[in-house]
């Protein structure tokens, strides 16, 4: 039984993070949600000024937050599977 349940959650909570963040950025709540949930972000200020940055280089940020995410729901389905299937219940 293959599953992508957490996919595809953990995907839309990545997309919904990253749309916040371009509708309320100018708010310090959702800038410091953005900023402490996205992974991509802990690391862009290593590698571009995060006060002066341009909108492609935050589409790129956007993009890696929400694969982040969905690789993180992804590894949990393939270990639900496995579990799953290493103690036949299903």
């Given at each position: 039984m293959k599953t992508s349940t957490f996919t595809w959650l953990f995907t839309?909570?990545?997309a919904a993070l990253c749309l916040g963040h371009y509708l309320?950025?100018?708010?310090d709540a959702f800038y410091m949600i953005f900023y402490a949930l996205s992974v991509p972000a802990w690391f862009a200020?290593?590698?571009?000024?995060?006060?002066e940055?341009?909108?492609?280089?935050?589409?790129?940020?956007?993009?890696l937050t929400i694969a982040t995410w969905a690789?993180?729901?992804y590894v949990i389905?393939?270990?639900s599977v496995s579990?799953?299937?290493r103690n036949g219940s299903y």
């Open positions: 839309f909570i990545g309320f950025h100018d708010h200020s290593t590698f571009t000024d995060i006060y940055i341009s909108m492609f280089r935050m589409l790129i940020i956007y993009v690789l993180v729901g389905d393939r270990f579990y799953r299937n």
